[in-house]
């Protein structure tokens, strides 16, 4: 199991991206400043770092060039600037890679794998199969399509991460604020009618009977899950 590091100030921020990568398999340590970000670096034995630019008492540059000293760790920066300038400073100071904010967690979640990838390191996924199937549905998680009694269905990409995510999970009742933060990232904490806008298409393109779904359901007053039965 891969372990890393997200240190950032925005503890919104933090939390959303702590709650991603564990789903995603990952073990996940965090910090708020750039000297709790050297601390822990050098305390632990991380594969890999998320770090924030723009921190309390040292920046993420510094950070970044001070955790350099004793440590190859792949490094991603975050940070609310675009310029190619601040990108070139990032680059020196060590980072690997460099994402600008608001992102999209799939966005920061694909470049963790693909860091990880290239150092070696070990990550673990959750399910194996390429296939998932319940009932009458079933997703190709790998050519990312979907299937109604074996004829194809049309879903958005954020249709198919969200009814990924559910079958993945039968049984497990997620909110709406969680499934905004697996599937659409923290810049959509508090627009909960895109999930139920989202779940309703879900269910009249993929649910033999719409109105009243067998498989996408409703946990009245917490949020949905996948019935499997």
């Not at 990568?21 to 910090?31: A, K, M, N």
């Not at 970000?37 to 060039?65: H, N, T, Y």
């Not at 963790?112 to 070990?122: E, Y």
Request: glycine share 8%; charged share 30%; with cysteine.
């Amino acid at each position: 199991m891969a372990k890393i590091l997200v240190v950032d100030d925005e503890p919104v921020l933090v939390k959303g991206i702590k709650f991603n990568l564990e789903h995603e398999g990952y073990q996940v340590q965090t910090g708020c400043d750039g000297q709790e970000a050297v601390d822990l670096a050098r305390e632990g034995s991380f594969d890999l770092i998320i770090l924030d630019l723009m921190m309390p008492k040292i920046d993420g540059l510094q950070a970044c060039m001070r955790i350099r000293e004793f440590s190859n760790v792949p490094v991603i920066m975050l940070t609310a600037r675009g310029e190619d300038a601040d990108k070139i400073m990032g680059f020196e100071s060590g980072a690997d890679d460099y994402i600008t904010k608001p992102f999209n967690i799939l966005e920061l979640k694909a470049r963790v794998r693909a860091l990880l990838r290239r150092s070696g390191a070990t990550v673990q996924q959750q399910g194996g199969s390429e296939q998932l199937t319940v009932g009458h549905i079933t997703l190709d998680t790998v050519e990312r399509s979907a299937r109604k009694d074996g004829v194809p269905v049309e879903l958005t990409a954020k249709e198919f991460d969200l009814m990924e995510l559910l079958m993945r999970n039968p049984g497990r009742v997620y909110s709406r604020e969680n499934l905004l933060n697996v599937v659409w990232g923290y810049e959509y904490i508090g627009e909960f009618r895109t999930v139920d806008v989202h779940i309703r298409r879900l269910r009249e393109k993929l649910e033999l009977d719409p109105a009243n779904p067998a498989y996408i359901r409703t946990k009245w007053g917490v949020g949905y899950y996948l019935s499997n039965r």
